[in-house]
Nanobody
Framework: QVRLVESGGGLVQAGGSLRLSCAAS????????MGWFRQAPGKEREFVAA??????????FHADSVKGRFTISRDNAKSTVYLQMNRLKPEETAVYYC??????????????WGQGTQVTVSS
């Protein structure tokens, strides 16, 4: 059964931090790359960060807009992926989605999606 459940969203002031979590079913998580995307009101969904199955710094990728402020990580024992978000900006208000793809590399199409968690950054 495919299952991705995000949590950790909420309201934060500009410059603040949040940590998003995505709990996945073992079938969805094991051996697969994971990613975070976001969609702001009236905008298309955009890529935020991704991590390969093996994890680690060399196996992560962050969009330029979040590089140095956001960090993706995963705990394979817990089938959970995280997104640590620091120095948040009001324009980053969006619904944040967790996604998984078949295969260990973060590159490629993501087939499985969570329901999303709202992040609101106030100015």
């Amino acid at each position: 059964q495919v299952r991705l459940v995000e949590s950790g969203g909420g309201l934060v002031q500009a410059g603040g931090s949040l940590r998003l979590s995505c709990a996945a079913s073992r079938r969805t998580f094991s051996g697969n790359a994971m990613g975070w995307f976001r969609q702001a009101p009236g905008k298309e969904r955009e890529f935020v960060a991704a991590i390969s199955w093996s994890g680690g710094g060399d196996n992560t990728f962050h969009a330029d807009s979040v590089k140095g402020r956001f960090t993706i990580s995963r705990d394979n024992a817990k089938s959970t992926v995280y997104l640590q978000m620091n120095r948040l900006k009001p324009e980053e208000t969006a619904v944040y989605y967790c996604a998984a793809r078949n295969g260990g590399s973060w590159r490629g199409v993501y087939e499985y999606w969570g329901q999303g968690t709202q992040v609101t950054v106030s100015s």
